[in-house]
DNA sequence: TTTTGTGAATGGATTCACAGCC
DNA sequence: GGCTGTGAATCCATTCACAAAA
């Protein structure tokens, strides 16, 4: 393993991508896979694939390849998705009632525990198919604290987003996701994550156009 | 304008984030921005965003700045969102019903005009709050022709994602933007971005770790 | 004077290519 | 013989710094 060598971010992107495959293949029953055929299933290179896993350590055998098991395993630990992180809901909405029932998430050990609207209409009912009613965000302090809740995931209007994250961090999250259209303003040490599909969909309108 | 030069893929992601906060900034009635400003709106390099700019023609005045209304429009026709695109929804379920009622694709020129699903419970239902009657996939191939859908949007469960492309493919879509974990498998000249929420989180939860 | 547009310089990330190991 | 791990080489993207323009 290189000692202290700068890890690019692009790289634990990456890293998270090649546990999908590997998920699949256990349940196929492979065992062991080579560099050159992960790459394959990620679209990657091959080298790409051996430099990422080289900056936490080596897990591969000379000759033979990946054990799948243990590589799964290595890069959950990498990553910290060996074990459950509690997250919170913000806006109950149609965004936010999906991706509180998106089963990816729980498959991932990450685990709603309270959702939270500013609709007087929605405070006091409870989610079907999750058993969590939805709660005032007078209510997030208090909660955020005793369900130990570090992530949260703005789902609001757009125009409620700056207001939802600045009690985010009043309440003592320490990061969250952002699915509305805003580039947030926040303290330093409050990791964000974007999530607009709307620009994914202007790239693909942009290469379309272009090969015209 | 620099001719010729090629143009890094993530100029052209950052061009999409730069429209946002102009829109913003017209509805507050500021016509001028200088790229020291735009940049500090969108958490990057004011010389970044200057040569992003270049890359397709000279937008600004010097001494002066941009001109936000101009520089807008010069943005969606850069982007290719100065017009109508439509989209087919592939899956009705929670993130399908959350993704056609999400208003930013509407407000950016993206209308669904078709939505499938291939289980028999849900074809023939409408939509509520959209007029769209959920079609049974072997309308597929039809639809997209009559309709003229460009894009595809898979918000399948994973395991019929791969198979739900390949439909798109043979229908006729030049594009899909993915919602499942799933590396998709298509003939080179069809364009997907793949957009999965999972390892935004994964992301957040690695930094998390290391900041202890 | 101010701010753009852009070559040149820098800094990263990707890929190559091969030594090292099974 | 086959595949990993990794320094070196290459490629690409970002930032600097200043001439050009208003």
């Avoid at 000692?3 to 990456?14: L, N």
Wanted: aromatic share 8%; glycine share 6%; charged share 25%.
């Amino acid at each position: 393993m290189k000692k202290e060598s700068k890890i690019p971010e692009a790289s634990i992107e990456r890293i998270a991508l090649y546990s999908r495959p590997l998920e699949k293949l256990l349940e196929s029953r492979s065992f062991v896979i080579s560099s050159e055929k992960l790459a394959q299933l990620c679209k990657v290179n091959p080298a790409q694939v051996r430099k990422d896993l080289s900056y936490f350590g080596e897990f591969g055998v000379r000759g033979i390849g990946y054990d799948v098991t243990d590589l799964l395993r290595a890069i959950r630990k990498i990553l910290g998705s060996d074990r459950e992180w509690r997250l919170a809901l913000l806006g109950a909405g149609n965004m936010g009632q999906a991706l509180i029932r998106h089963e990816e998430f729980l498959k991932r050990g990450y685990r709603f525990v309270a959702v939270f609207d500013s609709s007087h209409g929605k405070i006091g009912k409870t989610l079907s198919s999750t058993s969590l009613v939805i709660q005032p965000m007078s209510m997030l302090g208090l909660l955020v604290e005793s369900l130990e809740i570090e992530v949260g995931l703005i789902a609001t209007p757009p125009s409620e987003a700056q207001h939802t994250a600045d009690r985010l961090v009043e309440a003592g999250v320490k990061a969250i996701l952002n699915f509305s259209p805003i580039q947030l303003r926040q303290p330093d040490n409050i990791l964000v994550e974007n999530v607009d599909f709307t620009v994914n969909l202007d790239n693909l309108a942009y290469f379309l156009k272009e090969r015209l």
